[in-house]
């Protein structure tokens, strides 16, 4: 990631909370806050398939309560 924001290159996080496994330890929020503070080259794109992680996870990304 740093060689990325050094060159000015996208960074596209997949999968960035490891199949849930960030957000049961830590709640989606913190890995999401870490990556997104990171640098505004960083693009984490995480997935579910669980209507109640989507909202948890866009919860997290606007900032609020996860």
Known sequence: MEFCRELDIPYVAYRPL????LARAHGPQ???NWLLN???HIA??????KPRHLNEIVSAVQGGPA
């Not at 490891?18 to 496994?21: N, Q, S, V």
């Not at 984490?44 to 398939?49: E, F, L, N, Q, R």
Request: charged share 5%; glycine share 12%; hydrophobic share 30%.
């Open 44 to 49: 984490p794109i995480p997935s579910t398939s």
């Open 38 to 40: 990171y640098g505004p």
């Open 30 to 32: 913190a890995p999401l």
């Open 18 to 21: 490891d199949a849930g496994a």
